[in-house]
């Protein structure tokens, strides 16, 4: 089983970053898919999540109207497009996978806002 995340970096505020989970290993589509962070000092959050139909979605308050979670069943993918960046959106962000009692990480990728 491997979530391997991409697209984390360095962007100005006000910038966009678009973040990529690929999975392996388990029936993707079977799996409630989410983003999390966490900020130093903080604990982990949850930012947005999809359901494994891409029927539903949810955000966090702090990220609605900004971020949009999306997902591929096809090519085992899902993917967090992040608009309007703030400092305050500065962390490590982590996929998830969920399915019953099953659940899964990735490693993180770091996403720094900052000008």
């Known amino acids: 089983v491997q979530l391997k995340e991409s697209g984390g970096g360095l962007v100005q505020p006000g910038g966009s970053l678009r973040l990529s989970c690929a999975a392996s290993?388990?029936?993707?589509?079977?799996?409630?898919m989410s983003w999390f962070r966490q900020a130093p000092g903080k604990e982990r959050e949850l930012v947005a999540g999809i359901s494994s139909a891409a029927g539903s979605t949810r955000y966090a308050d702090s990220v609605k109207g900004r971020f949009t979670i999306s997902r591929d069943n096809a090519k085992n993918m899902v993917y967090l497009q992040m608009n309007s960046l703030k400092p305050e959106d500065t962390a490590v962000y982590y996929c998830?996978?969920?399915?019953?009692?099953?659940?899964?990480w990735g490693q993180g990728t770091q996403v720094t806002v900052s000008s």
């Open positions: 290993g388990f029936t993707f589509s079977n799996y409630y």
């Open positions: 998830n996978a969920r399915f019953v009692s099953f659940e899964y």
